[in-house]
Each structure stands twice: as structure tokens, then as C-alpha cells.
């Protein structure tokens, strides 16, 4: 027994740089409990960090949310207006002759229209109707000789025998 307590005692003393092998030659329910206190404490640091991290996205998302209802609800300040300069050159781009031109021919535009249709009433309309008034004109005289729309009032008057000599 001595010799296995001896050679024990080696094998400790040659584990002393290694903290692993201190860790296994402690004994296993031993190493298990500082495995175990060692992995809490990871897991509390790791769970600590996921709630810091769950904690800025709730602060960012509801920030989020408040920059877009102030967007939503934000006013918008426009002025319209028009500039000195835009003025001056629309003054400056004006021409009185141009005008008086433009309305000249305005006007002689119209004149040749107007003429253009009187043209075209005289040569095409004109005798058109005309001729038929000619026509119907033609048809109800004739229609009036014949007894057309005669009024039926009056019985025809029956012709008168010249006077004879007897009676003068």
C-alpha cells in the first residue's frame, strides 16, 4: 500500500501544471459540481446577454414605432411664389410686335374662312336650293291647277249666258 500511495503522490505532483488533470484526480463527483458551477456560470453570462439584447431590439423597435407615427403626423411647410427673376424674364420675352402679328393673322384667318364658306354656299348651295324651290314651286302650282287642297266650301259657280238682245 505504501507504494501505491507513493506512486498516488506522483502522479498528483505531476498533475500540479495541469489543471485538468487536478480537476479529474479531485475525484469525479467533485469535478462534476465545479463542471457544473462553471457551465451556470456560462449559461447566467449567456443569458444575461440575450436579455441586454432582447431589451435594445424593445427599445429600437419602439423607437421605430414613435419616429414613424411622428412621420405620419409630421406637417409639411411649403411656400410657392414666383421670383422677381421669373417676372423680368417673363417681361423681357414679351414682344408687342409678335403680338399684333399673331392677332393680324387671327384675324385674316378667320376673313378667309368666312369667305371660303361664302364661296362654297354660292357655287354649290345656292343653286342647289334654288332649283329645288324651282321644283316644288312648279309642283304646287301645277297641283293647285289640278284641285289639289281647293277649298270644297263654295260650289263652282256656273257660267253666266251673255245678255241677249231682247232684254236691252
Do not use: C, K
Request: glycine share 6%; hydrophobic share 45%; proline share 7%.
Amino acid at each position: 500500500m505504501a507504494q501505491r500511495n507513493g506512486a498516488e503522490s506522483d502522479d498528483t505532483q505531476a498533475d500540479d501544471g495541469d489543471p485538468f488533470a487536478r480537476l479529474v484526480s479531485s475525484g469525479p463527483q467533485r469535478a462534476h459540481a465545479q463542471v457544473d458551477q462553471v457551465a451556470q456560470r456560462d449559461l447566467l453570462e449567456i443569458q444575461a446577454r440575450l436579455t441586454d439584447t432582447r431589451g435594445q431590439i424593445e427599445r429600437l423597435t419602439a423607437q421605430e414605432q414613435q419616429l414613424q407615427d411622428q412621420a405620419a403626423y409630421a406637417t409639411l411647410n411649403v411656400t410657392f411664389g414666383t421670383e422677381a427673376v421669373a417676372v423680368t424674364e417673363a417681361a423681357a420675352r414679351w414682344d408687342p410686335a409678335a403680338e399684333v402679328d399673331r392677332a393680324s393673322a387671327t384675324l385674316l384667318g378667320m376673313g378667309q374662312a368666312v369667305l371660303s364658306f361664302l364661296i362654297v354656299f354660292t357655287i354649290v348651295w345656292l343653286p342647289l336650293i334654288a332649283s329645288i324651290a324651282i321644283v316644288v314651286g312648279i309642283s304646287l302650282w301645277v297641283a293647285r291647277r289640278l284641285g289639289w287642297r281647293r277649298p270644297d266650301r263654295m260650289p263652282p259657280v256656273p257660267p253666266v249666258a251673255p245678255p241677249s238682245s231682247a232684254e236691252a
